[in-house]
């Protein structure tokens, strides 16, 4: 008697699983076809977009949602009543079989039910986005439906825009360059100190070079000058170009 309803528990497991099996195909096309239906339309303005098939789209959504809850919940119901015959009294001989054939059809269960909410939170996330960009592609057409005075001032907004981050940016190269003459600079000047020690180390020993050291002094001062004024002037040049 155990066994003739422990069978009759299996042909149902199995057929809710068929059924399980066709409506989850359907409901990934569902969810496919609409996010691909919306990304074609993606370019499309308000007026032309067909909502009543975006809407259709919905209602199919909702209604296969709640049917397949329910064949989750029937077979959720179908495989506790075959846990309860198989842990039953009576069952012993047959017992192993029937354990594998309950977990194989939970297996099954949580398989389709992971599927299930992994497709719905899907369509759910695709659905909030596209109503998040149509409200945002609705706003940007009322507001390029306003004034041309508004659409003006805004051009030009975003061209002072688009000069000052260029100004910035050159800037930014500019004390780019700088920073790196000062660095090389900085090591130059360390080289020089290095050799002006050497070569007074050399003149104090033999006094007659004396002279010829500070005429090397005096030439060096005079393009230490020149040198910084071509910086100066540069740098100036730079900051005009930038702001003008």
Do not use: W
């Amino acid at each position: 008697m155990t066994l003739d309803i422990t069978t009759n528990l299996r042909k149902q497991a199995r057929q809710l699983e068929n059924e399980l099996d066709l409506k989850l195909v359907s409901f990934s096309k569902l969810c496919t076809s609409y996010s691909s239906s919306r990304d074609g339309r993606r370019g499309e303005t308000s007026d032309t977009t067909p909502l009543l098939n975006n809407s259709t789209q919905d209602r199919m959504f909702d209604t296969m949602s709640v049917e397949i809850e329910q064949l989750l919940a029937k077979l959720t119901a179908v495989n506790d009543k075959m846990a309860e015959y198989t842990n039953g009294p009576g069952t012993a001989t047959i017992n192993a079989a029937l354990m594998h054939t309950l977990q194989r059809h939970r297996d099954i269960l949580q398989d389709y039910t992971h599927e299930f909410h992994k497709t719905k939170n899907n369509f759910m996330a695709i659905r909030e986005r596209e109503d998040l960009l149509g409200s945002v592609r609705k706003d940007i057409e009322t507001y390029k439906s306003g004034s041309g005075v508004n659409n003006r001032r805004t051009e030009l907004f975003l061209k002072e825009h688009e000069h000052l981050r260029n100004s910035d940016r050159l800037m930014d190269d500019t004390i780019s360059i700088a920073m790196a003459t000062k660095e090389n600079m900085t090591s130059q000047r360390g080289l020089l100190k290095s050799i002006q020690s050497r070569v007074n180390t050399l003149a104090n020993r033999f006094p007659a070079i004396n002279n010829l050291i500070q005429r090397v002094n005096l030439r060096k001062r005079r393009d230490s000058l020149i040198l910084g004024s071509v910086i100066g002037v540069c740098t100036i040049l730079l900051l005009l170009y930038a702001f003008h």
